[in-house]
């Protein structure tokens, strides 16, 4: 992988291709468009039903802590910002900004939020609460206030706000699970946890005052100072992820490629756990932890990593630990299973979730090696071949609450061997956005019954349990950028494309146009381009990686190849024209960027 992180000077989108072949209008094409308007839908009457139209509020009644406080709100609109960013409709956009400043409004009155930030809680929970704002500067990067927002919060952990004493550059821990903008808290009770009125969980399952001290879930809170590095381009906030993101990487590789769950103010692993690298709260054998919880953090805050500094090693330690959980299966009546726990007596707790699957993705995703993707295989359950009869949008596959968790039916696509995977996930897209519009339809709740939780969690089957929850984007994501869709609980977006509409001036796929990604190689991405509209030319920028932070060498059409040497190219579309474009890049070749190629910041 290269490092360079070189800047293009050419002038903007040099390079053009122009695509005249003509293409009837392909059904995934069409499906995509559809698929955008009706997520602008599905964002109308979520916002008609439940938010406050005078102030933005969410319509319940609030509470303390994370039983049901503002991570649960924000859970409800957690990727409305990626509507827009893909090219659906501005609305979806402005409705997601009303709801955002009317709930910065709401739980600052109720005194979570401190400087338009979470006081101190926990990043399992931050992570949900955030997570549409990491999104944001991918959607409005000059937006003042995102801005301001993102730098302030960063400050919180990197050291530059000296009130928010949440970082111990000494032991380079972060110096408990519950921080924030007043710092870190090193007690905490149930009641805090669980609110004012008491949530019967946080006082029953397991002892929930240990606070101090780091966990690996508070990786999570790289994802901001990521998005104030590439806003900025000032190094200290690279420098700060790659400092404490690299003492996590550091404490797995001497731990035997497991990454430790605890680490005391001394910083030193297993302090107040009995010395147990598997202690702490959210830990490998907490009642509320394992892998599914703390994995979060070591893939968000690894893959966060790897992206401002092109370091493999990051990808390394994934990979490592991936190693382990296979050669520590389980056996069970099921066939052998991936640990999701370990304890005094060892690895324990069998899983059949998405929790694995995901870290073998991102591993193979960020390196696209054959040795990669034969783990990822072994990992999968159920295999490829048993996912295609079933819907996408099920808990336990790509989409649904865990969207963007598992990518191994999308991979086996890429791979070849699912040809009709586009227009069956793109089927189950719809199928999702009719169960949810349902839900809110039947939904009798009232605001002054209704807990934050109440939308996203609408069941109207054992089929699907889980319900009405964001936009639904994954499919898109996958096949439109060659992406995996960024964790709901704090992750940011990786894909191998971008695109913009220099018309328009704005981000996403302009007005006709489809895109279909249908291969990723190490060094190479083929994605078929249709104008869906059969009068007139339309025009994209297509941009290598999300943030620009790949550099595009050539792109080739119908044979004939063209020099780019840029993070970005057009590319002009015929009247119902289309067709297949090779894009060969460097991978980690340039410093990411949020800026429109058309912006002189991103020359």
Request: charged share 25%; proline share 6%; net charge negative.
């Amino acid at each position: 992988m290269l490092c360079l992180f070189a800047l293009p000077a050419a002038a903007f989108a040099d390079t053009s291709v122009r695509i005249d072949s003509p293409m009837t209008p392909p059904s995934w094409a069409l499906m995509e468009r559809a698929l955008l308007e009706e997520n602008a839908r599905l964002i109308e009457a979520f916002h008609r039903k439940y938010v406050n139209p005078a102030n933005g509020f969410l319509e319940v009644v609030e509470h303390w802590g994370g039983g049901d406080g503002p991570d649960d709100a924000m859970e409800n609109f957690y990727n409305w910002p990626m509507v827009y960013i893909l090219g659906g409709p501005r609305g979806t956009l402005e409705r997601f900004l009303h709801v955002w400043e009317g709930h910065i409004r709401q739980y600052s009155a109720f005194g979570m939020y401190h400087k338009e930030f979470i006081t101190s809680f926990d990043w399992e929970h931050n992570g949900e609460a955030y997570e549409p704002f990491l999104l944001l500067p991918l959607a409005i990067p000059d937006d003042l206030k995102t801005r301001q927002r993102t730098i302030r919060f960063a400050d919180f952990y990197t050291g530059r706000d000296k009130n928010a004493a949440n970082y111990d550059p000494v032991h380079k821990i972060i110096r408990s699970i519950h921080n924030g903008s007043r710092g870190p808290r090193l007690e905490a009770t149930a009641e805090d946890w669980g609110g004012k009125t008491g949530w019967k969980y946080f006082a029953e399952s397991g002892d929930w005052t240990q606070v101090k001290g780091d966990v690996p879930i508070n990786l999570l809170a790289t994802s901001i100072p990521v998005n104030a590095y590439i806003l900025t381009g000032d190094s200290h906030y690279r420098d700060w992820v790659l400092e404490y993101a690299g003492a996590w990487r550091d404490r797995a590789r001497a731990n035997g490629g497991n990454i430790p769950s605890i680490i005391g103010l001394n910083g030193q692993v297993g302090e107040g756990w009995n010395g147990k690298w598997y202690g702490g709260l959210m830990g490998w054998n907490w009642t509320f932890g394992g892998w599914g919880i703390l994995g979060r953090g070591m893939r968000i805050g690894f893959s966060n990593a790897m992206l401002v500094s092109g370091d493999a090693s990051f990808i390394d330690a994934m990979r490592a630990q991936g190693r382990n959980f296979l050669d520590n299966r389980i056996k069970t009546a099921d066939g052998l299973r991936l640990p999701d726990k370990f304890g005094d007596k060892g690895w324990s707790n069998p899983a059949s979730g998405p929790y694995h699957e995901s870290l073998f993705s991102d591993v193979y995703l960020a390196t696209l090696s054959g040795p990669d993707l034969g783990r990822l295989d072994e990992a999968a359950i159920p295999a490829a071949s048993q996912r295609r009869a079933n819907p996408m949008w099920k808990y336990e596959y790509e989409a649904g609450r865990f969207e963007g968790g598992n990518e191994v039916a999308w991979i086996d696509y890429l791979r070849g061997n699912d040809p009709g995977y586009p227009e069956r996930a793109l089927r189950d897209a719809f199928a999702k956005i009719r169960w949810m519009t349902e839900g809110i339809r039947r939904d009798t709740s009232t605001p002054d019954t209704r807990l934050a939780d109440s939308p996203h969690q609408i069941r109207l089957s054992e089929e699907a349990p889980l319900g009405v929850f964001g936009a639904v984007t994954g499919a898109l994501v996958n096949l439109t950028l060659g992406g995996r869709h960024p964790h709901w609980s704090g992750g940011l977006l990786y894909s191998e494309l971008r695109y913009f509409d220099p018309v328009a001036r704005r981000p996403g796929l302009p007005e006709d146009v489809g895109a279909l990604v249908t291969s990723i190689t190490a060094d190479s991405v083929k994605v078929t381009l249709v104008n869906l509209n059969q009068a007139d030319e339309r025009e994209v920028v297509v941009q290598t990686g999300a943030y620009g932070e790949h550099q595009c060498q050539s792109v080739q059409f119908r044979g004939n190849s063209q020099e780019v040497k840029q993070r970005f190219f057009r590319v002009r579309l015929n009247p119902g024209s289309g067709g297949e474009i090779v894009i060969r890049r460097s991978k980690y070749a340039n410093r990411p960027v949020f800026d429109f190629p058309w912006d002189t910041r991103a020359q």
